[in-house]
């Protein structure tokens, strides 16, 4: 089949739709298929392996950023025929056969804040509106994602059907002979140029590794309103010494002096995510809104137990107390605080979430889930209501 993909970024590491994106098109061309892809930033090892047809586009400013992708891909496609036309949210304003939903603006217009923000997420509600009027399937990665289609944008049910992110398990797994729940000296090797300074209040840091003798809590993000770090920062108050909060992301400066005093240590953003999750005893994802959270799945499958915001997607894939903990209001710090401690505290808790989580973790490998999109595509093929564009 030639089937053409639009998406901003396909990338390996760094961005969880560019991830997702560039794991279809690789699936696609083991599959035999003629790939096609139109994106602005892209793995260099699929070059040479997809026909790549580059849209560049300005990162900054992003109200700029969007509509530019948007004229010019449309102007890319026009007169082009494929089997199977694929695009992302916001990305192209022709007829497609299939959209991936990854994020819904309407939705998130009750989050954000700022005037700039307010307004660039104004214009992609009001591009999600133009966008999803059009004929094709859309495939969200959540069910919470499904319902705010169907209620904020009048999505018909029958044009959604809901397949979340997968996980690479090949990468993300649990280091061997490693009891996980239980705290542990280990080695860091600074692969992704972690900046610790040796003070009376911080670990030891000698060459080559990391001293940590405490319960290391990770978050992997980007520091944004929204994934509700300043909430877990404020949680670390009066949190035991022996409990350290990492955070792995960018913009790291808006958070500094919040966590000023506090047990908090800040890593530069890390694309080699599998060493961050092998050097933590607890994940953390306290998102506000969160359509799917993909890190979750890799903590899970890297063996690391799991506290998770009901408010992102992929607490769907969680039974509480069962495979992790689910935070009913990420706003409350009270109730952070406790499940930190009642996970911190636990190990035998923690060593039962870890098990129960890596079984979870496998039943959503990608190979799994991209089997189902390219079943999807055969059966709409075969289907008599299929239109080619």
Known sequence: ????????????????????????????????????????????????????????????????KIPLFLIFATLKLLYKKYNIIHINSGTYFGHYNF?????????????????????????????????????????TVSYRLKKELINLLGVLPERILVMPNG?????????????????????????????????????KVTKGELILPTIKLLFIGENSIRKGLDFLIKAMQGIDKDITL???????????????????????????????????????????????????LEAMASGIPVLVSELAGVSELIQDGENGILINNPRNIDELRSKILLLAKDEELRSRLSIKGIKTANRYTWSKILDQKGNLYYESLNSKSFVHY
């Open 1 to 64: 089949m030639r089937i053409a993909i639009v998406a901003h970024n396909i990338v390996k590491e760094g961005d969880g739709q560019g991830k997702a994106n560039y794991k279809l098109a690789q699936w696609l061309i083991e599959q035999g298929h003629k790939v096609y892809l139109y994106v602005n930033k892209v793995e260099p090892s699929l070059k040479g392996t997809a026909i790549i047809h580059r849209i560049r586009v300005p990162k900054r400013p992003l109200i700029l």
């Open 99 to 139: 959209l991936t939903c990854h994020f819904c603006h309407t939705a998130f217009l009750s989050y954000e804040t700022g005037i700039y923000h307010k307004v660039y997420t104004l214009f992609n509600s009001w591009i999600e509106r133009l966008i999803f009027k059009r004929s094709g399937k859309i495939i």
């Open 167 to 203: 996980v690479d398990t090949n990468k993300f797994k649990p280091l061997r002979g490693k009891s996980r729940g239980e705290p542990q000296v280990r080695k860091f090797k600074d692969r992704c140029q972690s900046r610790f300074k040796a003070t009376e209040e911080s670990p």
């Open 246 to 296: 990492l955070i792995a992301g960018r913009k790291k400066h808006k958070y500094e002096k919040l966590a000023k005093g506090l047990q908090v240590k800040f890593l530069d953003f890390c694309k080699n995510n599998a060493e961050l999750y092998h050097n933590a005893d607890i994940f953390i994802l306290p998102s506000l809104y969160d359509p799917f959270g993909i890190v979750v």
